[in-house]
């Protein structure tokens, strides 16, 4: 087991490798069954069941990304009396298949597709072998007042694109970022992801409304950053690679009071200045650093780099030489 804790944040990793393969399927009980609500199990094989969560909570919301291997879990209408539990699960595979089974309904879920479950009511849930998924636990209260309802939950919602691809987004961030986050970090970042569950349940899931630039602005500023030295990364490829239209995306930059153009310009030369900084261009000319930040050509760098930071190219990696 590896945990550690910030304030009343904290983060553990625990997997079935820590035990004799005879006796995993007991641990992985016994373990699920600490942090969730009452439920069944049933394993694919007992002989050797392999699995691993790794638990992101505070006293509000809860996050597990979890793998292992095939099992259905079931919540009977006893276990649902005896053990109260009013609370949502989105369940969101990132690998392999899900199907959940709830209320008269069934979703059929794989990667990029995502559903709520009530804890409240009865249900089976059916994975795979290959299955990796986040599992994020949501206060009752959280859901059932924006949507005026309180029923399972059970339909699909596509995370592969707009306001649901910001969602999953959000969930990676979470989990990219789990060692440096407060409690009151990791319940404003839910807090967010509830907000936008709540609109795609509702089916309103248009990223263009004034309250939710900042989360696709986010998702866009994530992507530049990640891409910048794709010479080929314009504001179109971008909305393409993100599922948003141009409009959609130059919306968002504009709220923020910027353009595509600028943006991938700006993450380009932060792009330089870094490399400069660390010493791992020392080995490239100017030119060929220019070509492996995404920029034309050495003078479409150099102008822009001194127009940003005051220096030339040459003149900070001199500058790095002589400290």
């Known amino acids: 087991m590896v945990s550690s804790a910030t304030g009343g944040y904290l983060v553990e990793t625990r997997s079935t490798g820590a035990v004799e393969p005879r006796e995993r399927a007991d641990f992985w009980s016994e373990h699920v069954g600490s942090y969730q609500s009452r439920m069944g199990y049933r394993y694919g094989r007992t002989d050797d069941f392999r699995g691993e969560t790794v638990r992101q909570r505070t006293g509000v919301y809860q996050l597990v990304r979890f793998r292992s291997d095939e099992i259905e879990y079931t919540r009977t209408a006893r276990q649902v009396r005896e053990d109260p539990d009013g609370d949502y699960r989105l369940l969101l595979p990132l690998t392999g298949r899900i199907v959940l089974r709830q209320d008269g309904q069934e979703a059929r879920l794989t990667p990029g597709t995502g559903t709520l479950v009530s804890f409240g009511s009865p249900f089976q849930c059916l994975q795979d072998a290959s299955t990796q998924a986040f599992v994020l636990t949501i206060p009752a209260r959280e859901l059932d007042g924006p949507l005026n309802r309180k029923s399972p939950l059970a339909s699909g919602l596509d995370l592969n694109r707009g306001l649901g691809r910001v969602v999953r987004s959000m969930l990676d961030g979470l989990y990219a970022e789990r060692d440096g986050l407060t409690d009151s970090q990791f319940d404003a ?97 100017i030119t060929d650093l220019a070509y492996a930040s995404g920029f034309s050509s050495a003078s479409a760098l150099s102008t822009a780099f001194r127009r940003r930071f005051g220096v030339s190219p040459r003149e900070m990696r001199d500058g790095v030489r002589g400290t």
Do not use: F, K, Y
């Not at 709540?198 to 309103?204: K, V, W």
């Not at 309250?211 to 010479?231: Q, S, W």
């Not at 959609?248 to 932060?270: K, N, S, W």
């Open 189 to 285: 970042v839910s807090d967010r992801v509830v907000e936008l569950l709540c609109m795609l349940a509702t089916g309103d899931d248009r990223p263009d409304g004034a309250r939710h630039l900042t989360e696709v602005e986010t998702v866009v500023r994530r992507h530049v950053r990640e891409n910048a030295a794709d010479p080929g990364l314009t504001g179109t490829s971008m909305a393409h690679a993100l599922g948003w239209s141009l409009r959609q995306v130059q919306l968002a930059l504009q709220h923020a009071g910027t353009t595509p153009r600028d943006l991938i310009r700006e993450e380009r030369l932060r792009l330089v200045r870094d490399r400069l900084r660390r010493g791992d261009g020392e080995h490239l000319t």
